[in-house]
């Protein structure tokens, strides 16, 4: 008897790859905008880095700049890297390429906002509170905030990448670190920096009636607008679309407009310093260093703002005002 030859079916196992595969991958357009827009915000970055670091001289509101500088340069440098690994003529990449990326730009993202908090906090409190603030600040504040949440923000980005990356097959956890985040930027971040934003374009609104606001509002009101306008899409992309239903085929174009405006954020920054810091009739002629010193010289509330503020304050106050001064 003869039998009929057996036929041996084979079970293709698809492979974890990289983000091509899976839909990720933003058109070629899209990934091109964000190179060139990332190269331009390195570049930026860079300079104030270089500036604050070996140039202009410190005060409390240039270490919040400095590192500011720091997370949007990592930042960039992601996103340039992410869009040019992720493309299909770079060949397959493992699944766990494209989530690290993910997580460092979400580490620099977070470490940005909460900058942008602080530093507008700050300058809250040196407008209510300005003789505490001059007379009682402790004399490494700005540098011992930004110390912490570097620290914190590294730390909450481990977590994420042991549970999203390394024990990945417990996707309740990944999603509870991604719920973590969502509160933490929608909850209190983007809250605390709206509220002290809010805040300080009244103050503005109530100087700019008797005279020229000091540069230093200008700059932290413009940056908070920025990234509301332009960074905060991204992150609804990435934690609360991506959170819902992580299952679901991500919508490629509000993926790539986000991370366009993203870094077009990021790369805002160092023109808006610069633009702030420069006078109408020398624009363009002047040494960057000039400028980015004019921008942040008045690191502390100006003398007509506590004279108006504080009539009432004892006389050994106002010594101590006139001694901090000088």
Avoid at 27 to 39: E, K, S
Avoid at 128 to 144: E, G, T, V
């Amino acid at each position: 008897m003869v039998h009929p030859p057996k036929v041996t079916m084979m079970v293709t196992i698809p492979t974890a790859t990289n983000s091509t595969e899976q839909g990720n991958v933003s058109p070629l357009g899209i990934a091109i905008l964000i190179l060139l827009v990332c190269l331009c915000g390195l570049v930026g970055n860079g300079t104030i880095i270089w500036l604050l670091r070996f140039g202009v001289k410190k005060n409390p509101y240039s270490v919040y700049i400095f590192n500011l500088a720091i997370a949007d340069f990592f930042f960039l440098l992601c996103m340039a890297l992410s869009s040019v690994l992720n493309r299909p003529a770079f060949g397959p990449w493992s699944w766990r390429v494209p989530e690290i990326f993910r997580r460092v730009s979400c580490l620099a993202y977070v470490l940005g906002l909460s900058l942008l908090a602080a530093i507008s906090t700050q300058r809250c409190l040196s407008v209510f509170f300005p003789i505490w603030y001059r007379c009682h600040r402790p004399k490494n504040l700005s540098a011992l905030v930004c110390a912490v949440l570097w620290i914190l923000a590294i730390l909450e980005n481990l977590v994420a990448v042991y549970f999203c990356v390394i024990q990945n097959k417990n996707e309740d956890s990944c999603q509870k670190v991604d719920l973590f985040f969502v509160v933490l930027i929608f909850g209190v971040l983007t809250p605390v920096m709206c509220v002290s934003g809010l805040t300080l374009f009244i103050k503005v609104q109530r100087v700019s009636q008797k005279h020229q606001p000091a540069r230093l509002y200008i700059i932290i009101l413009a940056t908070i607008l920025v990234f509301l306008f332009c960074a905060l899409p991204l992150a609804v992309h990435w934690f609360i679309i991506y959170s819902v239903n992580p299952k679901k085929r991500p919508n490629i174009i509000f993926c790539g407009v986000a991370k366009i405006f993203s870094c077009v954020n990021s790369t805002a920054n160092p023109i808006i310093y610069f633009m702030v810091g420069s006078q109408r009739k020398k624009r363009f002629h002047e040494p960057l260093k000039v400028m980015l010193e004019r921008a942040l010289q008045d690191e502390e509330t100006s003398p007509s703002e506590l004279g108006s503020e504080n009539r009432g304050a004892p006389v050994e106050v106002k010594t101590q005002l006139r001694h901090t001064r000088g």
